[in-house]
């Protein structure tokens, strides 16, 4: 779940916050534009309850009193908001951030980071399949062999229903209003992608990109394109040697 606080709430996180956190309050108030207040992610709210004092705490504690409903597993040595979906299946609520696999976007604040995760191309990816299988929890990145009839990501969508793209994109941070409702606090964020050419970074705040573990050809896989302007969820391959996102599921 995102967490939506008032601003009297924001003044009082502030009151007691260090000046890292004063700063990130600042910057997502200025990036959103929620009329009922801001939205802190779940992995922000983590990220805050792990570094606080006990006064601190306090307040968070007051300010969020349903983080305790979030329930958080971990993966990679790392914990994670996640929740059964309408599919049946167990699924990230946010996209996996490995740095050691993986690249943030350019520029990010450390806040961003916990929020948009990072990017991977086929030989991170590689190495995250040998690290999941090695890890044995049973989670993985999202099949999508849509034409064998074995998807995760299609099985997903269906049972999403009509217009998933909007039931699943975030509330904010997309481009020319192209918020979604994250009616099942999926909270996808339009963390764009990486090219392998120079390793630039495009498309932030349009596209949210997704990789499955479908192989299409050679070195394409199939993966999953949110966009800013509609409320369709598109499927295509790329070479994998571009950086997209990531999110888990198991059953």
Request: neutral net charge; charged residues 25%; contains cysteine.
């Amino acid at each position: 779940m995102n967490f939506i606080i008032q601003p009297k709430e924001i003044s009082a996180i502030k009151n007691v916050a260090c000046s890292d956190w004063k700063n990130w309050l600042s910057q997502i108030e200025k990036e959103q534009s929620v009329k009922e207040g801001i939205l802190i992610p779940p992995m922000l709210a983590k990220m805050m309850f792990n570094h606080s004092d006990p006064k601190q705490r306090s307040v968070l504690e007051g300010v969020f009193p349903k983080f305790g409903d979030q329930r958080f597993e971990t993966i990679l040595g790392r914990e994670y908001p996640v929740d059964r979906m309408p599919d049946g299946k167990i699924w990230t609520l946010c996209n996996l951030i490995h740095p050691d696999l993986g690249f943030f976007h350019d520029g990010l604040e450390l806040w961003q980071q916990q929020v948009e995760g990072t990017l991977h191309n086929k030989i991170m990816l590689e190495q995250l399949y040998q690290q999941l299988e090695k890890e044995g929890k049973t989670w993985r990145v999202p099949t999508d062999d849509v034409e064998h009839g074995d998807s995760d990501w299609q099985r997903f969508f269906d049972a999403i229903g009509p217009d998933a793209g909007t039931k699943l994109k975030s509330q904010a941070g997309w481009a020319h209003g192209g918020n979604g409702t994250d009616e099942f606090a999926f909270s996808v964020v339009p963390a764009g992608n990486r090219s392998s050419n120079g390793g630039r970074f495009y498309y932030r705040g349009y596209y949210g990109l997704f990789w499955s573990s479908s192989v299409a050809s050679g070195t394409y896989a199939w993966y999953r394109t949110f966009n800013y302007g509609n409320s369709q969820v598109e499927r295509s391959n790329s070479n994998r040697s571009h950086g997209f996102s990531v999110r888990c599921v198991r059953d």
